[in-house]
């Protein structure tokens, strides 16, 4: 008996489907249906009818083609990381400070001693370790980590109704 690929899909539509639920990629509905469907097709193509029955070949070979996307796309964003608004607030600007945030931070900076403000700024904007810090300004990583711990407190101490 000689059935359509449209049949064969409609007839395993529900594993399809089940294997979208299970896998946990509901959110990409149409993405792993079409790569369920290729499973499909890609299984009547390769069944040997002498190796046993067709139900189980189809669902090993639906349910590997999607995780063989499901994994190319966990690859994928491993190596790349999505671009957002809220990334660019975390890139160094170049010249140090960007004009926007200035305001805000002098708010906050305007309540250390200019030591503290210098491991404030060149810690968290330009990146720098404290033996960077030390070695820039000619002090002791001590003196250096002296700034870090009274900064810290001062800003945990700090509430931000009271600055605005």
Do not use: C
């Not at 993405?31 to 469907?37: I, K, R």
């Not at 060149?122 to 300004?137: G, N, P, R, S």
């Amino acid at each position: 008996m000689h059935i359509t690929f449209e049949e064969l899909a409609q007839q395993f539509e529900p594993l399809i489907k089940s294997q979208i639920r299970t896998l946990g990629v509901v959110n990409r509905f149409d993405e792993y249906y079409q790569a369920g469907l290729i499973g499909l097709w890609e299984a009547s193509l390769r069944f040997d009818e002498s190796k046993g029955e067709f139900g189980p070949f189809a669902y090993k070979t639906v349910r590997g083609k999607m995780l063989e996307l499901l994994k190319k796309e966990t690859k994928f964003k491993s190596v790349h990381v999505g671009f957002s608004l809220e990334l660019t607030e975390t890139i160094p600007y170049e010249g140090g400070v960007l004009p926007l945030e200035q305001e805000v931070l002098e708010l906050y900076l305007s309540h250390l001693t200019a030591r503290q403000r210098t491991w404030v700024v060149k810690k968290l904007f330009y990146q720098m370790k404290e033996t960077e810090i030390a070695d820039e300004e000619g002090v002791s990583i001590s003196a250096v980590k002296s700034w870090r711990k009274q900064a810290l407190a001062k800003l945990r101490g700090l509430q931000v109704n009271n600055i605005f």
